[in-house]
């Protein structure tokens, strides 16, 4: 059973930048798609950035394309997203998140997602 935690959030001014780190245990990640989600308040949570974790395709929401990027590191089973430029509207509850062994050509849905972290917060302040 994969299990993420996720560590990071915290509170930064507008024009700053954090780094989100998500731990992963239980197995090794391998064909896998890693996922970072949003919920802000009164609102759904949200796709944000996603990739593979074998291979280097990205896709990020029109939002934070540019500001944010995703990463990993094989060794410590852990993937992060470093958001720069953050903006009050940044503002949420973030969520790595696994679609485990997803073998498709295709990006899975929010729905795809089976395993998800336990949420960090970000506020921003303008």
């Known amino acids: 059973q994969l299990q993420l935690v996720e560590s990071g959030g915290g509170l930064v001014q507008a024009g700053g930048s954090l780094r989100l780190s998500c731990a992963a245990s239980g197995r090794t990640l391998s064909h896998d798609i890693m996922g970072w989600f949003r919920q802000a308040p009164g609102k759904e949570r949200a796709f944000v950035a996603a990739?593979?974790?074998?291979?280097?395709?990205?896709f990020y929401t029109d939002s934070v394309k540019g500001r944010f990027t995703m990463s990993k590191d094989n060794a410590k089973n852990t993937m992060y997203l470093q958001m720069t430029s953050l903006k009050s509207e940044d503002t949420a509850v973030y969520f790595c998140a696994v679609a485990g062994a997803w073998w498709g050509d295709s990006m899975p849905s929010i729905n795809d997602y089976n395993y998800w972290g336990q949420g960090t917060q970000v506020t921003v302040s303008s």
């Open positions: 990739q593979r974790w074998i291979g280097d395709m990205q």
